[in-house]
């Protein structure tokens, strides 16, 4: 959780402290990703669940996390194992809560081409990140 904290501060390019995060220490190609996909945003109120229709706008992030479009918001989840996020799986969700995505549910990872099971997400909750209002 640190970890991201970190990832997201230097995101927004308001990194202050050391103890943070090691300058010299190179960005993973998800991490990339993801600060690229939150540049100019910020981050809201974590969440257990959200909302969705259907999984269309559900990406995963290699290595990094899950993300989920809802108009000018981008939800991200960190998932608590996102060393297992594997962009090149299938995500099987079990639902428990009908039309939204929480925590409680169980994000099953199959192999794209063998169709095996390769690991399961542990969610974690869902942080909204919002563009930042540059008129006024």
Known sequence: MFKHIALATAAFGMLSSPVLADENAQMTRGEEKL???LDGRVAG???????TLGSRNLSQIDGTALTYRDGDTV???????PDSIDDRDIMVIDRFSGSSLCRTDQVKLVDRVNGFLSGILLLDEFVPYKKI????
């Open 35 to 37: 600060a690229k996909l």
């Open 75 to 81: 939800w991200v989840n960190y998932t608590r194992n």
């Open 133 to 136: 209002d540059t008129e006024g």
């Open 45 to 51: 109120e974590p969440q257990s669940c959200i909302r």
